[in-house]
C-alpha cells in the first residue's frame, strides 16, 4: 500500500514538473514582449511589426460570450479609436478554444466584429500559444507596450465594469498618458476583472 502510494505521489510530482517547465513564465513589468501573428476576422494576418512606427500599442485579450468583455465591447472600441490617432494601436485577441466556449468561434467573432464595427483587429489566438505568455487570465485583461514591445501596464482597463460614466480610475489611460509624458504608470498593475479564459483540460 505505501509502495502505491509513493508511487502514485512520484507520478504526480513527474507531471506537476513536466507542466511547470513547460509553462511559460508569464510577463512581468520591464519585460519585452514576443511579436505574434494571428488572423484577424477581416480575413488578413496581424503582427506588431506591422505598425511601424507606432508609438505603443494596446493589447486587450477579450472574447464574444463573457458578459465582462461585452459590458467593455464600447468603452475598447472608443480607446482603439481615440488612440489610433495619437500613435497607439490597439489589438483585441480571443483567447477562448471554441471547442470548451462555443460562442468565441471564429465564425462567431467575424459576426460580432460587424455587429459592433469594431474599428480594430479583432484577432485570434489559435491554438492558445499567445495568452500564456502574456499570462493573461481574464477576459477582459489588458496590456500596455511602448514602441519597443517593453510591458509597462498589467491590468483592468478602468475600475467600473458595470457602467462607464461611473468610473473614477482609468487604469489604461492614465497609463498611456503617464507613457506619453515619459513617466512610470501609477498604478502599474491591477486586477483584471472577468471571465476566466476557456481551455482544454
Known amino acids: 500500500m505505501k509502495k502505491i502510494a509513493s508511487l502514485l505521489l512520484f507520478a504526480a510530482f513527474v507531471v506537476t514538473t513536466a507542466f511547470t517547465i513547460n509553462a511559460p513564465t508569464p510577463y512581468k513589468i520591464g519585460d519585452t514582449a514576443t511579436d505574434f501573428k494571428l488572423k484577424s476576422v477581416d480575413g488578413k494576418t496581424y503582427s506588431m511589426s506591422d505598425y511601424k512606427s507606432a508609438k505603443g500599442f494596446i493589447v486587450v ?5 463573457c458578459p465582462f468583455a461585452v459590458k467593455y465591447e464600447d468603452r475598447i472600441n472608443d480607446l482603439a479609436k481615440k488612440y489610433k490617432s495619437k500613435g497607439y494601436i490597439l489589438l483585441a485577441i480571443n483567447p477562448n478554444d471554441p471547442a470548451v466556449q462555443a460562442e468565441d468561434s471564429f465564425e462567431l467573432m467575424k459576426v ?4 459592433k464595427g469594431f474599428a480594430f483587429p479583432y484577432l485570434f489566438d489559435e491554438g492558445q500559444k499567445i495568452y500564456p505568455q502574456y499570462g493573461a487570465t481574464k ?11 517593453v510591458v509597462k501596464y498589467i491590468g483592468a482597463i478602468d475600475d467600473n465594469v ?5 468610473v473614477k480610475e482609468k487604469y489604461l489611460e492614465n497609463a498611456i498618458a503617464a507613457l506619453e509624458s515619459g513617466k512610470t504608470p501609477s498604478p502599474e498593475t491591477t486586477k483584471a476583472i472577468g471571465c476566466t479564459i476557456k481551455a482544454k483540460k
Open 61 to 65: 485579450f477579450t472574447c464574444n460570450h
Open 162 to 166: 458595470d457602467s462607464a460614466k461611473d
Open 112 to 115: 460580432r466584429a460587424k455587429e
Open 139 to 149: 477576459t477582459p485583461h489588458a496590456f500596455l507596450l511602448d514602441k519597443n514591445r
